[in-house]
């Protein structure tokens, strides 16, 4: 049973527009949700995180949306630029180990 | 600061042979974590190191996986024998404190490919 799940698999987004990965997850208990941004032969670099007591952090382009009821999460990347072309992961923490989501491919046109 | 290390980045092997992955954390980083990708699903969670000692073994699949991890400095993580569903790549992380807020930093992977 996948503990946390994330859609799309793929995306295809226009420079300059808006790129929205979402993520749900069932155990109550994580309390640390990472979105991870992979690159063709290396390894996830944490991009952006936030605790479930936040509704919203934002880091220059990057957002993540918390929805703790709906037990939900995104990650929206304004003004896309094709380098920000990538697999996305989300995660959702406990203790001190992750559980992943199955992973975005975006791809940024320019 | 170097990064985390891993090698080999591509291993090819056959199924019943043996294969033993490395990871060098960031100096200082004294939790180190195995993670595993296989066939482009999920990220999924191996072991936790705390220095030389196991915290969490919880994700190893099955008693042919063997992680050790030598005066609490590199790991190596063992596959004896491989099997074909072992393919995948798996990742090394580490991260100075013990809390998930320090974040983790991946090493670039090892791509295991069982034949």
């Known amino acids: 049973q996948q503990q946390v799940k994330q859609s799309p698999q793929s995306l295809i987004v226009q420079k300059g527009g808006i790129s929205i990965i979402n993520c749900a997850y069932e155990n109550t208990a994580f309390d640390y949700f990472p979105w991870y941004q992979q690159f063709p032969g290396k390894g996830p670099a944490l991009l952006i995180a936030i605790r479930p007591d936040v509704s919203e952090k934002k880091e220059g382009r990057f957002t993540i949306s918390f929805n703790k009821s709906a037990k939900q999460f995104s990650l929206h990347i304004m003004d896309s630029q094709p380098g920000d072309s990538a697999t996305y992961f989300c995660?959702?923490?406990?203790?001190?180990?992750?559980?992943f989501g199955s992973g975005t491919r975006l791809q940024v046109q320019p | 600061e170097a990064g985390v290390t891993q090698f080999p980045s591509h291993s090819v092997i056959e199924k019943g042979q043996t294969v033993t992955l490395r990871c060098d954390p960031i100096s200082g980083h004294d939790n180190l974590y195995w993670y595993r990708r296989v066939m482009g699903k999920e990220i999924k969670f191996l072991l936790h190191f705390v220095k030389e000692s196991k915290q969490d073994e919880s994700g190893m699949p099955n008693n042919r996986f063997l992680a050790e991890r030598t005066g609490g400095t590199y790991s190596t993580l063992k596959v004896q024998p491989a099997e074909l569903e072992d393919s995948g790549v798996y990742f090394c992380a580490s991260s100075q404190g013990g809390g998930l807020d320090y974040g983790y930093t991946f090493g670039s992977g090892t791509r295991l490919t069982v034949v």
């Open positions: 995660a959702a923490g406990l203790h001190r180990a992750l559980t």
